[in-house]
């Protein structure tokens, strides 16, 4: 099956910890393979990350790159096709039957941006998409878009190699712990 | 028509003032009527929504409640259901049906917590949902309840007295600016 990877452009190390932390968390909740950060280096939330995978389980990838358009670049040529999640895209409920008929058989790569996104981003887009045309987050952004690709089956994904696990409560929690 | 309002738990003023920022900006843009602060007060994440609001348009409300334990039980009494958003909970794809029924005739307040939600919370709501029982974000958590709750629908939602508006473009930007 065709692999979701999620670029986050422009991390700031200390403004952009907790959404770019919680950007990773919702790439591997909502069913992406793989987030790869960019901007500045930040070995603290790339830890975080990994330490979600390692007790929450996996598989889910997180890496780093410097040179983001030869990336893109690359991935174009190689992999497949490229969605740019901005305010000032086309809505994804006109947009989202052609990505998804391209999904079928070519990998998918989600950017999303911190504050301002270098005009590059959208031009080397094979598709700028908007999640509403109004100010918000995005974390909100891709956790929809991931939704619509996925079709709502994202929400019962099962992860492997885990060591916690929740088990659905009415009230309070339950939690599963493990060896593996 | 019955409205959503958003309860922001346990806010507190340094770490958590982005993330609680793009609680009230999802809350905004996905259709929700109105966000209330609690925890510590922050006037400066109330402007920033409050500047979204006046540039971007409404109607959104936005306010704080020192004691959200009496603000849930006078919403119980007077207005109506509580939906508390938390990955312990049951899968909203169980939960949604029960609650759409239940909405159409009463309002429904919104409850996401930062890091650590006190156990009152779990007993207070009607409902604990969870957006998959993963770690990730209580923003997109937020996103894609609203998303379920409204079936899409808000992705269109027009906002009045606007000064701002986006026409969405398949690259590049444009913005509408007037002054009302």
């Avoid at 999904?103 to 959208?122: C, M, N, Q, R, T």
Wanted: charged share 35%; net charge positive.
């Amino acid at each position: 099956m065709a692999r979701v990877v999620v670029l986050r452009l422009g991390h700031r190390r200390e403004r952009d910890k907790r959404i770019t932390t919680h950007c990773g968390l919702v790439a591997r909740a909502f069913g992406a393979s793989e987030i790869i950060l960019s901007g500045e280096e930040d070995n603290a939330v790339m830890e975080k990350l990994k330490d979600v995978v390692e007790r929450w389980g996996g598989p889910f990838e997180i890496s780093y790159v410097k040179n983001w358009k030869d990336f893109i670049k690359e991935w174009k040529e190689r992999r497949g096709i490229v969605v740019h999640l901005t305010m000032y895209g086309i809505p994804i409920q006109k947009a989202i039957n052609e990505i998804k008929e391209k999904f079928k058989d070519s990998d998918l790569l989600v950017i999303i941006g911190a504050e301002k996104v270098p005009k590059e981003a959208y031009f080397l887009a094979d598709f700028n998409v908007s999640i509403t045309n109004q100010p918000h987050s995005e974390v909100a952004a891709l956790a929809i878009f991931l939704d619509r690709l996925f079709q709502g089956k994202e929400l019962e994904r099962e992860f492997e190699n885990w060591k916690v696990k929740i088990i659905p409560q009415k009230r309070g929690k339950a939690l599963v712990k493990r060896d593996s």
